[in-house]
């Protein structure tokens, strides 16, 4: 079964930017809702931000908005996730996944495809 990857982690310093890239391969993915979800050691894994197939409407969860930014490139079958002005508490796996339903949805288990996750590290 073809999966979602993930790539753009790494460590940057409180303040600093990522931007992470998530490869949608498959026809069927140009048409279904993007989201990143992530997950700190020891923590529950949380949802991040969502985006409609077409890229004009997006959900964000409160404690990122003003400083992420989720877009999508249908013709690199690509999503993105800018972060600006990362936190320590930012820090965490960070995954891709992809489902049928619409950018309202949080749930994990809404989401048919999931990336095996990229490293963000934010240091003080």
């Known amino acids: 079964q073809v999966q979602l990857v993930e790539s753009g982690g790494g460590l940057v310093q409180a303040g600093g930017s990522l931007r992470l890239s998530c490869a949608a391969p498959g026809r069927t993915f140009s048409r279904y809702t993007m989201a990143w979800f992530r997950q700190a050691p020891g923590e529950e894994r949380e949802f991040v931000a969502a985006i409609s197939w077409t890229g004009t409407s997006t959900y964000y969860t409160d404690s990122v908005k003003g400083r992420f930014t989720i877009s999508r490139d249908n013709a690199k079958r690509t999503v993105y996730l800018q972060m600006n002005s990362l936190k320590p508490e930012d820090t965490a796996v960070y995954y891709c996944?992809?489902?049928?339903?619409?950018?309202?949805?949080?749930?994990?288990?809404?989401?048919?495809?999931w990336g095996q996750g990229t490293q963000v590290t934010v240091s003080s």
């Open positions: 996944a992809a489902g049928p339903l619409g950018v309202g949805v949080i749930r994990e288990s809404d989401y048919d495809y």
